[in-house]
């Protein structure tokens, strides 16, 4: 398993390269399997914006959607990504 996720801090750019192993799709809601889907067909980055109380990060990122412009977040404490690093 990948531990990139436990060095992760605040405006972080993260993108997600591959499935991550630790997902299992069939115990994941609609909306999780179309938001990773998303991420890795777009190559779309998530920023960190916030730790939870186990501190595990979550990235942020905006997108459309039927309804419009969303923000959606989704924890990053798995495999599959990878860390942007500044030119």
């Known amino acids: 398993m990948n531990e990139l996720w436990r060095e992760l801090r605040i405006g ?12 299992v799709r ?3 809601h609609r909306e ?5 889907e998303w991420l890795l067909e ?9 730790f ?3 501190g595990i ?8 959607d039927e309804i419009g412009q969303v923000h959606e977040y989704a924890g990053l404490n798995h495999s599959g990504i ?4 500044d030119p």
């Open 32 to 36: 999780t399997i179309e938001l990773y």
């Open 12 to 23: 972080d750019r993260v993108q997600v390269v591959s499935w991550p192993e630790e997902l």
């Open 52 to 54: 939870d109380h186990l």
């Open 42 to 50: 777009t190559g779309t980055y998530l920023i960190v914006e916030k």
């Open 57 to 64: 990060p979550y990235g942020k990122v905006l997108r459309e």
């Open 26 to 28: 069939e115990r994941l």
């Open 82 to 85: 990878c860390l942007k690093k």
